[in-house]
T-cell receptor, first 115, second 107 residues
Framework: DAGVIQSPRHEVTEMGQEVTLRCKPISGHNSLFWYRQTMMRGLELLIY????????DSGMPEDRFSAKMPNASFSTLKIQPSEPRDSAVYFC?????????????FGPGTRLTVL | AQRVTQPEKLLSVFKGAPVELKCNYSYSGSPELFWYVQYSRQRLQLLLRHISRESIKGFTADLNKGETSFHLKKPFAQEEDSAMYYC?????????FGQGTRLTINP
């Protein structure tokens, strides 16, 4: 298994543009998490899904951010319009379930730079 | 809300010296705590969890409810321990991470 797959690995865009980040969780995992990592704030949970249903999106910073999980093997995180302060590394993670005993497996991350 | 605090953003020690990465949490109940590690050019991965009471790569972490701490320790640091370390707690069905500590082991 290749683990959690994220694309693109790097994204450079201009302020105001739409950005779409993609994630493929580990096959058989029922929970998927989106995190953002910055120097100032560390690692923050943005949203998580269980069985493709969004359970908690309280970490989504504002309406410019949206996430979908149309099926068990794919999720997207969209920023529209993007702003320079959105520059960060975005991680996707998956786990067997949403229980505390289930290890979260992280993808390699997408480094986003908004100019 | 649960908070996880890692007071040191950077920590540098010499090879062979003891290492302690600090983590404090704020939770009145029985917390479930974890340490995650990210080595250079590798993915963030689980290092250990307190419920397992295990030692991984020579690291241990003991939950101290009196001090609300879950410090990560290793008696003799190795160069390959250089990495970013995150303490995390399980709350409301999600992981809450500290800000992380970058550990550098000097030869």
């Amino acid at each position: 298994d290749a683990g959690v797959i994220q694309s693109p690995r790097h994204e450079v865009t201009e302020m105001g543009q739409e950005v779409t980040l993609r994630c493929k969780p580990i096959s058989g995992h029922n929970s998927l998490f989106w995190y953002r990592q910055t120097m100032m704030r560390g690692l923050e949970l943005l949203i998580y899904f269980n069985n493709n249903v969004p359970i908690d999106d309280s970490g989504m910073p504002e309406d410019r951010f949206s996430a979908k999980m149309p099926n068990a093997s794919f999720s997207t995180l969209k920023i529209q319009p993007s702003e320079p302060r959105d520059s960060a590394v975005y991680f996707c993670a998956s786990s067997l379930s949403r229980g505390s005993g289930d290890t979260q497996y992280f993808g390699p991350g997408t480094r986003l730079t908004v100019l | 809300a649960q908070r996880v605090t890692q007071p040191e953003k950077l920590l540098s020690v010499f090879k062979g010296a003891p290492v302690e990465l600090k983590c404090n949490y704020s939770y009145s109940g029985s917390p479930e705590l974890f340490w995650y590690v990210q080595y250079s050019r590798q993915r963030l991965q689980l290092l250990l969890r307190h419920i397992s009471r295990e030692s991984i790569k020579g690291f241990t972490a003991d939950l101290n409810k009196g001090e609300t701490s879950f410090h990560l320790k290793k008696p003799f640091a190795q160069e390959e321990d250089s990495a970013m370390y995150y303490c995390a707690s399980w709350e409301a069905q999600k992981l809450v991470f500290g800000q992380g500590t970058r550990l550098t082991i000097n030869p």
